[in-house]
């Protein structure tokens, strides 16, 4: 059984940054590629930034691109998001997902993913 735990998530004015971890149980980290969604109340569950198994490529939202970094330590079994100029609507609950390497798809869609953290939530004050 895999287990996806976030951590990192807190208050902050906008402007600043944040750098959220999530930490993978299980032996077969490298075989995942992996992604981080947000979800802010009342709305859906939104891709922010995903990276391969290699890390070798990385996609990210629009909205977050330029601002925000996803990387990964394999040695570690951690995917992290480096979260710089925050805004206020950046916050959220903010969840990191793994799906195996050979599901077909960019890792932009919530349904590509096979196992999800609890989130950690980021707030941004004005």
């Known amino acids: 059984q895999v287990q996806l735990v ?3 998530g807190r208050l902050v004015q906008a402007g600043g940054s944040l750098r959220l971890s999530c930490a993978v149980s299980g032996r077969t980290f490298s075989s995942y590629s992996m992604g981080w969604f947000r979800q802010a109340p009342g709305k859906e569950r939104e891709f922010v930034a995903a990276i391969t198994w290699s890390g070798g490529s990385t996609y990210y939202a629009d909205s977050v691109k330029g ?3 996803i990387s990964r330590d394999n040695a570690k079994n951690t995917v992290y998001l480096q979260m710089n100029s925050l805004k206020p609507e950046d916050t959220a ?3 990191c997902a ?3 390497a050979d599901v077909a798809g960019r890792g932009d869609r919530t349904r590509e993913y096979k196992f999800w953290g ?3 939530q980021v707030t941004v004050s004005p």
């Open 93 to 95: 609950i903010y969840f």
């Open 67 to 69: 601002r925000f970094t």
């Open 118 to 120: 609890q989130g950690t």
């Open 98 to 100: 793994a799906k195996y």
């Open 6 to 8: 976030e951590s990192g």
